[in-house]
């Protein structure tokens, strides 16, 4: 199970840290991403962190978030910074790639 939170609405250029606390015994192996969705739009890889840590981004996010985890904690973490009134999205939190575990998702609303 994978439990998301940090979600918000904040104002263009601002910043937000979405968390997602995982329950299953396989965190510290499973790949781990953040994937993000808007009406009508398929969901969209946002970044991927694996279990050694190697992390990759999307090219519209590339430099303004960051993507870390906690293994003590089960946690993965997205740090999004200069928020854009484009990233406003649904943001989904996964374990273990598109066919794995998803959570619930949490609104970022990011206003103009």
């Known amino acids: 199970q994978l439990v998301e939170s940090g979600g918000g609405l904040v104002q263009a250029g601002g910043s937000l840290r979405l968390s997602c606390v995982a329950s299953?015994?396989?965190?510290?192996?499973?790949?781990m991403g953040w994937y993000r969705q808007t009406p009508g739009k398929q969901r969209e890889v946002v970044a991927l962190i694996t279990g050694g840590g190697s992390s990759s981004y999307a090219p519209s996010v590339e430099g303004r978030f960051t993507i870390s985890r906690d293994h003590a904690e089960k946690t993965v973490y997205l740090q999004t910074n200069s928020l854009k009134p484009e990233d406003t999205a649904v943001y989904y939190c996964n374990s273990g790639g598109t066919s794995g575990t998803w959570g619930q998702g949490t609104q970022v609303t990011v206003s103009s």
């Open positions: 299953d015994g396989f965190f510290s192996v499973s790949l």
